[in-house]
């Protein structure tokens, strides 16, 4: 997929459209999600046209992959999510649930998560 770069993450990041930012570094932007699923989510992106997780793994340079998670784990921090804990989820493609193209990573925290990770149906469930 060719990044979009009119993208709803793309205009946040050139200051086109609001956010309530949490972290911002050289290398990422943090902030709230419009619609939490938790009492704590926070959405984590990269300064860079990369639709996934996909293309970033494969063709960001090694310094932003580095300072793309360390600024994952400095959110964390910054929400005071360490001593408890939390839960990073990235969405890829449209089985992974993914409706916003620029890769970005979830970040969900304030109470216990469900150990029904991926939210996947079991089998005697339809
Ligand atoms: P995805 O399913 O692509 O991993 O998740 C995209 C996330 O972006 C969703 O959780 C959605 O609520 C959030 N989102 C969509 N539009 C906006 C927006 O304009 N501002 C913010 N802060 N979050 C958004």
Redesign the pocket.
């Known amino acids: 997929m060719i990044y979009d770069r009119n993208n ?2 793309a205009r ?1 990041l050139r200051g086109e ?1 609001p ?2 930012k949490v972290y911002e570094d050289e290398f990422a932007l943090a ?5 939490p ?1 938790a009492p704590v ?1 926070v ?1 984590v992106i990269p300064k860079g046209d990369y639709v996934s997780n996909v293309d970033f793994a494969a063709s960001a340079p090694d310094a932003m992959v580095v300072g793309f998670w360390r600024a994952v784990g400095a959110t964390a921090r910054e929400l005071e999510l360490d001593p408890l804990g939390y839960r990073i ?3 890829h493609g449209p089985n ?6 620029h890769f ?1 990573v ?1 970040i969900f925290g304030g109470r216990q998560m469900s150990h029904r990770m991926g939210n996947m149906p079991r089998p005697n469930e339809s």
């Not at 902030?31 to 619609?35: G, T």
């Not at 992974?96 to 193209?101: A, H, L, N, T």
């Open positions: 709803i993450f946040i459209l956010c309530k902030f709230h999600d419009i619609n699923l989510h959405l989820v990235a969405n992974g649930g993914q409706i916003v193209f970005h979830h």
